[in-house]
């Protein structure tokens, strides 16, 4: 019986293929991740400073409420479709190529009726808009 230990040559621990099988799920992971971003816009609305009337020029004054009625220089129209919205402002003219045209808008109206008002006085070619505001209480921003 032979009890000396044998020279056995001691198992290599080879660390490159690891290390390359790693690295090749790395770049997996990072190409094939999606990194979405929810956006939240966190919005303070201004107030506006009063401007003395006599300092507004005369123009076209479209007033919309809540339920999306409109009103062109205090006169109601009956029918609140783009084409009636855009004849009532253009008669309001008069003869001006370019006037102010003020937009009044209820606070509690849908976005789509201030945009149907700034899209007949774009397809009229008045370029001077406004939007009236309620004037800030003194003392406060």
């Given at each position: 019986?032979?009890?000396?230990?044998?020279?056995?040559d001691?198992?290599?621990?080879?660390?490159?293929?690891?290390?390359?099988?790693?690295?090749?799920?790395?770049?997996?992971?990072?190409?094939?991740?999606?990194?979405?971003r929810?956006?939240?816009?966190?919005?303070?609305?201004?107030?506006?400073?009063?401007?003395p009337?006599?300092?507004?020029p005369?123009?076209?004054?479209?007033?919309?409420?809540?339920?999306?009625?409109?009103?062109?220089?205090?006169?109601?129209?009956?029918?609140?479709?783009?084409e009636?919205?855009?004849?009532?402002?253009?008669?309001?003219?008069?003869?001006q190529?370019?006037?102010?045209?003020?937009?009044r808008?209820?606070?509690?109206?849908?976005?789509?009726?201030?945009i149907?008002?700034?899209?007949?006085?774009?397809?009229?070619?008045?370029?001077?808009?406004?939007?009236?505001?309620?004037?800030?209480?003194?003392?406060?921003?």
């Amino acid at each position: 019986m032979n009890f000396r230990p044998q020279n056995r040559d001691e198992p290599e621990l080879n660390l490159i293929p690891m290390i390359d099988v790693l690295i090749v799920l790395m770049i997996f992971l990072v190409m094939t991740t999606t990194f979405s971003r929810e956006t939240g816009l966190e919005l303070r609305l201004p107030k506006a400073q009063a401007v003395p009337q006599e300092e507004v020029p005369k123009g076209v004054d479209v007033a919309v409420d809540a339920e999306g009625r409109f009103a062109v220089n205090g006169t109601p129209l009956q029918d609140n479709r783009l084409e009636a919205l855009r004849e009532a402002m253009k008669a309001a003219a008069g003869g001006q190529q370019d006037p102010l045209v003020i937009v009044r808008a209820d606070r509690a109206t849908q976005h789509q009726h201030v945009i149907t008002v700034l899209e007949a006085a774009g397809q009229l070619g008045f370029g001077h808009i406004g939007f009236a505001a309620e004037a800030a209480p003194e003392g406060k921003p």
